[in-house]
């Protein structure tokens, strides 16, 4: 049971963790930190880990992941909105 | 084995996804529109599942996330060091 309440956690705290990010980047209107590279590194790895998780049948690495790459995809939509076209 | 390598690139993408956030960071001397909320939670996540990944005995768990800790408190240092104090 304790052990099923850390793993609970770990999943929320990462799965929601660009909630924060995607707030901090439509309030600021800016993205000129934010690295590009980080974020398609991490929306491909989790889409993989979505596809890996399917392949388990394991529902939580499936639905965990899905809102992780929501955040990300929405953070790339912002990142390309704010980001200066030279 | 078509599978595990699904998995395995999910993993490495995953892992190392916050290094180039850092060289960004440390290259342009500034966190300005980076969450501090994101860094912190997701630091905090990710040790509940080093704690996880140890008590199922998997290796893969805990090897993957000590690598993202990591560069999360490097990325937690430079935002520190990089944010202007008031």
Same mark, same amino acid.
Request: charged letters at 40%; proline letters at 0%.
């Given at each position: 049971m304790f052990w099923q309440l850390i793993g609970v956690s770990a999943a929320c705290l990462t799965s929601f963790a660009f909630f924060p990010q995607v707030i901090k980047m439509y309030r600021g209107k %800016? %993205?000129?930190?934010?690295s590009l590279i980080t974020l398609v590194q991490l929306s491909l790895g989790v889409g993989l880990w979505i596809l890996y998780g399917a392949y388990l049948k394991d529902l939580i690495i499936v639905l965990a992941n899905s809102i992780t790459l929501l955040t990300l995809l929405i953070a790339l939509f912002l990142y390309r909105k704010y980001t200066i076209k030279i």
């Open positions: %800016s %993205s000129k930190d934010i």
